[in-house]
């Protein structure tokens, strides 16, 4: 199915493995350019050649900035003023005690999950709204609404993620501008597949059978028994910046395997 996405100029956040990788490349199968994006300047540019090889059509760039630091953002709008799409990827999450978590941890959290993605949408969003096209993505979790309390200081910034895509939604009435979010559930990221690999060392199992092992003993809740896997996340991303996804607005949409056990 043609998404409509042909030669859209999208920017996805921390696109250099997992769940952003995924959806730049979903995107580039649909004709976009992508411009990739992380810190390391060599692991972006190794992504951008990939999807060039793997996408010919398409003009993958390099974005490489720390899309935290203030002066690496403004370089970041100076060099792509803009843009059809924004998809606010990059996180950091890590499982903590809410005893070991002082002021400096919230304040990184804060400042990496939340203020980074609203820095980019403060740019990119008025000039969307000018040309009356645009699609913003915030990637959020299911700890935004479920807090397991393993990472207090992550779900924080997660639920804030949602209602600041509803906050930007309201300023898109009218227009062909939309803003949503999506809530993934575990997901096989690289580091997660060395996580599980590591759990079960000494024992003669494949990757599969130690996926459902872990399932069974720490997600029992799960439904799909497994990890979600990026290339998911990816095609419902991509469905979302596609014009057929028009009349979603502020939407949280939940793509969590079935974790969550309420209705809404």
């Not at 008025?126 to 700890?143: C, N, T, V």
Request: charge should be neutral; aromatic fraction near 8%; glycine fraction near 6%.
């Amino acid at each position: 199915m043609d998404m409509g996405l042909n030669n859209k100029t999208a920017l996805v956040t921390g696109s250099t493995k997992g769940i952003g990788k995924a959806i730049a490349i979903e995107l580039a199968k649909e004709g976009a350019n992508v411009l990739i994006n992380g810190r390391n300047y060599e692991e972006v540019e190794r992504t951008v050649n990939e999807i060039k090889s793997d996408f010919p059509a398409t003009s993958p760039q390099n974005a490489t900035a720390d899309i935290v630091d203030i002066q690496q953002r403004a370089a970041l709008f100076e060099k792509y003023p803009n843009i059809d799409i924004l998809v606010n990827n990059m996180g950091i999450y890590e499982i903590m005690k809410y005893k070991d978590i002082d002021d400096e941890v919230w304040e990184k959290y804060f400042h990496t999950n939340v203020l980074a993605a609203n820095g980019l949408s403060k740019f990119y969003l008025p000039r969307m709204l000018k040309k009356d096209y645009g699609r913003i993505i915030f990637i959020a979790s299911e700890e935004a609404i479920m807090p397991s309390g393993l990472m207090p200081q992550y779900s924080m910034t997660k639920a804030m993620l949602l209602s600041l895509s509803k906050s930007l939604s309201k300023l898109t009435k009218g227009t062909e501008v939309t803003v949503n979010s999506i809530m993934p559930g575990p997901t096989l990221s690289e580091n997660v597949h060395q996580i599980i690999d590591g759990m079960y060392p000494n024992e003669d199992m494949t990757f599969s059978d130690k996926e459902k092992k872990f399932m069974a003993v720490n997600l029992p809740q799960s439904e799909i028994q497994r990890f979600i896997k990026p290339i998911e996340i990816g095609r419902l991303a991509t469905f979302l910046c596609s014009p057929y996804a028009s009349a979603f607005k502020g939407s949280p949409i939940r793509m969590d395997g079935g974790m969550v056990p309420t209705i809404f």
